[in-house]
């Protein structure tokens, strides 16, 4: 059974920092680069940042120098810190394997991110 716990949300002000997790069911976690991705209010879900199993990153050019993306092998967790947060950054946060984003049948609940002040 597939399965995504992604936790950390919050509320934040302008500049602040949150981390995000996402415990991953271990069939997917052993077998796929891992992403995170956002859906703000009325847009597109989109790509925010990935890892691959050999560690290495990709970043959305609007978080790039902001956001670190990492996991944990022994916990099955994907994490994102996001620091110097902006309003834009405002979105309900989603992790699943990065893969074409159209292809993606399964979300879990996601956590809410919302940068206000």
């Known amino acids: 059974q597939v399965q995504f716990g992604e936790s950390g949300g919050g509320l934040v002000q302008p500049g602040g920092s949150l981390r995000l997790s996402c415990v991953v069911s271990?069939?997917?976690?052993?077998?796929?680069?891992m992403a995170w991705y956002r859906q703000p209010p009325t847009k597109e879900r989109e790509l925010v940042a990935a890892i691959t199993r050999g560690g290495d990153t990709k970043y959305g050019d609007a978080v790039k120098g902001r956001f670190s993306i990492s996991t944990d092998n022994a916990k099955r967790t994907v994490y994102l810190q996001m620091n110097r947060l902006k309003a834009e950054d405002t979105a309900t946060y989603y992790c699943?394997?990065?893969?074409?984003?159209?292809?993606?049948?399964?979300w879990g609940q996601g956590t809410q991110v919302t940068v206000s002040s």
């Open positions: 699943n394997p990065d893969v074409p984003l159209e292809t993606i049948v399964y």
């Open positions: 271990g069939s997917i976690f052993s077998r796929y680069a």
